[in-house]
């Protein structure tokens, strides 16, 4: 009996820029992982949605989209001349699609609660490093360029820089669910201006006040959005009783929790726990 081949070339609609390619086998089956799916129960902006009701969209949403732009943006700078193999290209697009997977329920409330002496950065390569070994090294050079070991660093600088396709997208991203228009930015006229000046992302000189703009949106984005008083009060509120939660559980109080929110109440994870 022969079995149907699936196939994983798809393409899905997204609401910030429409139509999405998954590029190729590689990066559908990381899509497909565990790991990465439970990014769909993450919000991407934590409890901003108790002031801005449209702020549901996920983790998941904000690294598909970040995929996407770094596949504009590469061969944006393939077409200016610049060599980017498919080997650099696909993982890249794997670095930044995974640069998130560390990321817990409440995100950074969550970060500053029960898990302290960890950056989110610091357990996405964890989990990067676990998929590595499930898809028998074939992460190796994304691995190499999230934690900024492979020889043309640019491609890091991509990832996370001043300007890099986290940003991009999450600009854009936050500011069509919020419905804060300030923080629309031009990200076409910035990518089309992208270039490379010694191993480093620049955008040329004539994309200067798109520049300004996406520099502005950001501040407007910080002021009006993420440093929300409300949202930061609510934040506030549930690591003081997760940390409480901590506090008492660590000193023998049996807690209502579920298994794996127990785990992290009853003990101190560290990176010797990897």
């Given amino acids: 009996m022969s079995v149907k081949k699936v196939n994983k070339r798809k393409i899905f609609n997204d609401p910030v820029y429409g139509f999405i390619t998954i590029p190729n086998e590689l990066v559908f089956d990381v899509i497909e992982h565990p ?23 996920t983790r998941f949403h904000h690294s598909l989209g970040a995929m996407h732009l770094m596949g504009r943006a590469l061969s944006e700078l393939k077409s200016k001349g610049h060599k980017v ?14 640069h998130d997977v560390g990321h817990g329920p409440y995100s950074h409330a969550l970060e500053h ?11 996405s390569a964890v989990f990067i490093k676990k998929l590595n070994e499930h898809f028998n090294g ?5 691995l190499e360029i999230f934690e900024n070991r492979y020889h043309r660093h640019f491609f890091h ?25 300030e923080g629309v930015i031009n990200y076409e006229r910035l990518l089309n201006m992208l270039e490379v000046a010694n191993d480093e992302p620049v955008i040329e000189a004539k994309g200067i006040y798109s520049v300004e703009k996406f520099i502005t949106a950001r501040r407007l984005m910080y002021w009006q959005v993420y440093l929300h008083k409300t949202v930061l009060v609510a934040e506030y509120m549930i690591t003081r009783v997760l940390k409480r939660a901590k506090t008492l559980s660590l000193a023998g109080e ?14 101190d994870v560290s990176k010797k726990d990897f």
């Fill in 35 to 57: 790991y990465f799916q439970r990014l769909r129960r993450i919000k991407q902006l934590g409890l901003t949605h108790l002031v801005y009701p449209g702020a549901l969209h």
């Fill in 85 to 98: 193999s498919n080997e650099e290209m696909t993982a890249a697009q794997i670095a930044i699609l995974l």
């Fill in 113 to 123: 609660a029960i898990v302290t002496s960890l950056h989110h950065e610091e357990i």
């Fill in 138 to 142: 074939k992460l190796d050079l994304a």
């Fill in 157 to 181: 600088k991509l990832i996370s820089s001043q300007f890099d396709m986290d940003r991009l997208d999450y600009l854009k991203r936050d500011s069509f669910f919020t419905g804060v228009s």
């Fill in 254 to 267: 049996k807690l209502f929790s579920t298994p794996a929110l127990n785990y992290f109440l009853n003990h």
